[in-house]
């Protein structure tokens, strides 16, 4: 597609359930980011990855939060027994340029938003 | 470590009125600076950004100067349009890929005609 393109839109959960959030980037990105958006703040950053790798989880809120993009395209964001401080929209980003170049534009999907009841 | 602080909202303007959201950073190096906007229901989109001191951004009628002496980025517009009406996030990202972007907590922009 064109655009960076999240799904689902929406997604509500019973704490204590997992849930899975997806993300496919615009078609050749190498660099592609997770952010977590809590109602009323800025996005923070979660995780990064070039291609397949991930190279820093630093923003990861605890071990429950899991990313893979194990391809090099799409990307899926995990989260484990939800609690209800993980209510937030999730935004993915992807942007052409990887680590040691200099093309940084990123663009940003819609968003999940995630409620844990 | 690096951050960003921005006006808190809502600004509540007349259409055609001048805006100003003002933004300030905290960061080591030289970082690239942005604006984006969130209309209601849409994605973040970049407005306008400055890779270096003195550079100014500009889209839709907006501008903003990066100034390194007074670390600030302020996002200015002469007249206001009711589409206008959005959240508007200032950011700062280190210069390289791979880096990611730190943003304010936003503010929220109503336009009235």
């Known amino acids: 597609g064109a655009g960076v393109s999240q799904s689902p839109r929406y997604k509500v959960a019973k704490r204590g359930q997992d849930v899975a959030l997806r993300c496919d980037p615009i078609s050749g990105h190498v660099s592609l980011f997770w952010y977590q958006q809590a109602l009323g703040q800025g996005p923070e950053f979660l995780t990064y990855?070039?291609?397949?790798?991930?190279?820093?989880k630093s923003g990861l809120p605890s071990d429950r939060f899991f990313a893979e993009r194990p391809e090099g395209s799409v990307s899926t964001l995990k989260i484990q027994r939800t609690q209800q401080e993980d209510s937030a929209v999730y935004l993915c980003?992807?942007?052409?340029?990887?680590?040691?170049?200099?093309?940084?534009?990123?663009?940003f999907g819609q968003g999940t938003r995630l409620t844990v009841v | 470590g690096n951050s960003v602080t921005q006006m808190e909202g809502p600004v509540t303007l007349s259409e055609e009125a001048f805006l100003t959201i003002n933004c300030t950073y905290t960061?080591?190096?030289?970082?690239?600076l942005f604006w984006y906007v969130q209309y209601p229901g849409e994605g973040l989109q970049l407005l306008l950004k400055?890779?270096?001191?003195?550079d100014k951004g500009s889209n839709k009628g907006f501008e903003a100067t990066y100034r390194k002496e007074t670390t600030s980025f302020h996002l200015e517009k002469g007249s206001v349009q009711v589409s206008d009406s959005a959240v508007y996030f200032c950011?700062?990202?280190?210069?390289?890929?791979?880096?990611?972007?730190?943003f304010g907590k936003g503010t929220t922009l109503s336009v009235s005609s």
């Open positions: 400055a890779t270096k001191a003195d």
């Open positions: 960061a080591t190096g030289y970082p690239s």
């Open positions: 990855f070039q291609n397949e790798a991930q190279l820093d």
């Open positions: 980003a992807s942007s052409l340029g990887g680590v040691g170049e200099t093309n940084t534009e990123a663009f």
């Open positions: 950011a700062l990202k280190g210069r390289q890929a791979g880096t990611a972007l730190i």
